[in-house]
């Protein structure tokens, strides 16, 4: 804020930065809250029932016509200590609720605004009841705020649909100044803070630099607190890191997933819906279940991470039935097994085939909690690659902790945990050892795809020193007599490669195992009358997944010789669908990109090779086929609904290095 002076922040040792992230890391487990004045609708606007907290930008509702929720809005069965035991009792140890979603709506008391819960029916400042709420409890408070803000006269840009609302006089600058004058009440007035979880930064509005500012701004108000890197403009998209060289405040944001195999070295959360929506929508009947969700946690916590899990309540403040019956469930197996989630660190294996690891550092040790979702018929829990011996094994949901019975087979350990699994969704088996676990993995089977057409080069690669690789083509488990991998292996038929790791003719590793499959290309078409360039139709429209543009009437259309966004009338909520032919010059295994923002969809004939749909920044997706020399059907879909857009289609395979696909290899039909 320009007339405070605030202490501008340099990056901080790294023993203090994990002494302000210790709570957090120790944490694992929150609870997501998307609330407003979105939950009076429920999802329903003008026959569409299928909207959440995004309902005024998806249905297109007019600012006078919005606020007029702001007089409905009375949550008279809110009741701030009921919510917090839930959480409490779930297992979570913080809170993050929307102080402020992209609607501009406020659920504390701002000064800077009369769109917040003060002028509406209940009148009550609903964090501050939070904040007490959660001391009592002892689960830490942390608020949600949206950089975006569709309500503030100054907020820029305006949506391209809102044609009455002039932004003549807006000024951006005044806007973030109000921005940080309401966070300041924010950190200001509710006591200590644990994040300022910040949303909606992508516009083209705001910057790194603006991000930095806030970052430092508020680090002035309250030093201990964290910040996600949501503050700057440089996520990736959903997988919820910022791109290298930019600001990225203090951990990662995944979105909707978990990462495959973790952030390692980030700090960061996932955070996940429990139906298909952040903000109430009363039809969303597509719950995940119980074990699914235990199940996600534990994936989270295995991978470093933690889980920030969402709950939409309704507009009379309570907590659906469903969410709360999931937070039951959830806690119940807390109860026994939190010791398993709180604290621990990322798993030291890569894969086990049966469930996941957590661990945590003891006094010269090491406890490994091994999280058992697929129960072994036979009742042996096998452990690949386990140098380690183990000191006691035992089961953490027993509460006599008898011990269980632990041998070696080979490189793996054997737990001998008996026939019946004590919670059918994840019985965890603590096993402890001295010293940091030692752990072998399987050397990995590399090679540029796993489809060919005539024969392939498989590769074998490990980290170990002074081994062996031996591998078999036959299915059967490598053994000290199988062939030694000195040289890339090259396959002319549909095999499984499996490999182990030996050391003095003995296995130290578990196996790897690759499928490759020997594939016929597509063929090409017959074609004998092309020009260059492609065919294009440019539809408008607000889309949240790509079309089908085949049953849309396109505003126009023609010919261009790439796939050009330059063609669009408008700068959001647009379309385009590019046809035409790619020429392969060499027949061969190719890989096709694209990159997008927002989605984006590639086929080649009817198949679908690119997934890239959805609303995000830019992200790129690619797939594979097998083609024929000669030439092949291609279709480019592209929407953009809002903020930057992008496009760029890239392909590689065949002695062809990855590259925008050029100008000379597209053609249409001289017909058109």
Request: charged share 25%; glycine share 10%.
């Amino acid at each position: 804020m320009g007339q405070d002076k605030i202490q501008k922040f340099r990056p901080e040792p790294k023993i203090e930065h994990d002494a302000r992230m210790s709570w957090w890391r120790e944490a694992r487990f929150g609870l997501f809250i998307h609330w407003g004045l979105y939950a009076i609708p429920a999802g329903k606007w003008k026959g569409k029932t299928d909207h959440g907290e995004w309902i005024r930008e998806q249905g297109e509702i007019p600012l006078e016509e919005y606020d007029k929720y702001v007089g409905q809005f009375n949550p008279i069965k809110f009741n701030a200590n009921e919510w917090v035991r839930a959480a409490k009792d779930a297992g979570m140890k913080y809170i993050v609720i929307t102080s402020k979603h992209h609607d501009g709506f406020c659920l504390f008391d701002s000064k800077e605004t009369d769109f917040d819960v003060m002028s509406t029916p209940f009148k009550r400042d609903i964090l501050k009841e939070l904040s007490e709420a959660c001391k009592r409890e002892g689960i830490v408070l942390c608020f949600y705020y949206s950089i975006m803000d569709w309500h503030h006269p100054d907020y820029l840009p305006r949506r391209e649909w809102e044609t009455t609302r002039s932004s003549e006089s807006a000024k951006y600058d005044r806007y973030v100044e109000h921005l940080k004058r309401q966070l300041k009440e924010l950190v200001t007035n509710y006591g200590a803070i644990g994040v300022l979880w910040f949303d909606g930064e992508w516009e083209t509005t705001w910057s790194s630099s603006y991000g930095m500012d806030l970052y430092n701004y508020v680090r002035g108000l309250q030093p201990s607190i964290i910040i996600n890197n949501r503050v700057g403009a440089g996520r990736a998209g959903m997988q919820g890191l910022t791109k290298e060289g930019e600001f990225g405040g203090d951990f990662g944001t995944p979105e909707q997933e978990v990462p495959a195999t973790g952030l390692p070295g980030v700090d960061w959360e996932s955070c996940m819906t429990m139906n298909q929506h952040w903000g109430y929508n009363s039809r969303d009947d597509h719950w995940k279940s119980g074990p699914e969700l235990i199940r996600m946690l534990v994936d989270v916590a295995s991978k470093g991470g933690n889980l920030l899990l969402n709950i939409g309540p309704t507009a009379e403040g309570l907590f659906p039935p469903v969410s709360m019956d999931r937070l039951q469930e959830i806690g119940t197996w807390m109860k026994q097994n939190s010791e398993a989630i709180y604290g621990t660190k990322a798993s030291p294996f890569r894969d086990l085939s049966w469930g996941r690891c957590t661990q945590k550092e003891l006094r010269n040790g090491t406890r490994l909690y091994l999280h058992v979702f697929q129960w072994p018929k036979d009742g042996k829990i096998v452990v690949p690659g386990f140098q380690n011996n183990p000191k006691q094994a035992f089961l953490l949901g027993d509460v006599r902790k008898k011990p269980l019975i632990v041998t070696r087979l080979e490189d793996a350990v054997v737990i001998q945990v008996g026939p019946k699994q004590l919670d059918p969704t994840n019985t965890v088996v603590v096993v402890d050892v001295d010293g940091p676990p030692a752990i072998v993995e399987p050397p990995s089977i590399v090679s540029d795809h796993n489809i060919f057409l005539e024969n392939i080069d498989v590769a074998f690669t490990t980290e170990m020193k002074n081994a062996e690789i031996r591998y078999t083509l036959d299915g059967s488990v490598p053994s000290s007599t199988s062939p030694i991998s000195n040289s890339p292996v090259r396959l002319g038929e549909s095999v499984t490669v499996i490999a182990r790791l030996f050391r003095s003719g003995k296995p130290v590793s578990g196996v790897s195992r690759s499928t490759f499959t020997k594939v016929v290309g597509r063929p090409s078409d017959r074609v004998t009358d092309v020009m260059p360039g492609i065919r294009y139709a440019y539809f408008e429209g607000g889309w949240d997944w790509v079309p089908d543009f085949s049953l849309l009437k396109p505003v126009k259309q023609g010919n261009v010789a790439n796939f050009d966004l330059s063609l669009r009338k408008e700068e959001e909520r647009f379309g385009f669908e590019y046809q035409g032919y790619i020429r392969i010059s060499r027949s061969g295994i190719y890989t096709f990109y694209t990159v997008s923002d927002d989605g984006s969809k590639l086929f080649i004939g009817d198949s679908l090779i690119v997934d890239n749909d959805g609303r995000h920044v830019m992200v790129e997706r690619s797939g594979i086929i097998a083609l024929a020399a000669g030439f092949h059907p291609i279709k480019v879909r592209f929407f953009e609904r809002n903020g930057e857009q992008g496009l760029q289609v890239l392909y590689k395979g065949a002695g062809i290095e990855k590259q925008q696909i050029p100008d000379s290899v597209l053609f249409r039909p001289n017909n058109e």
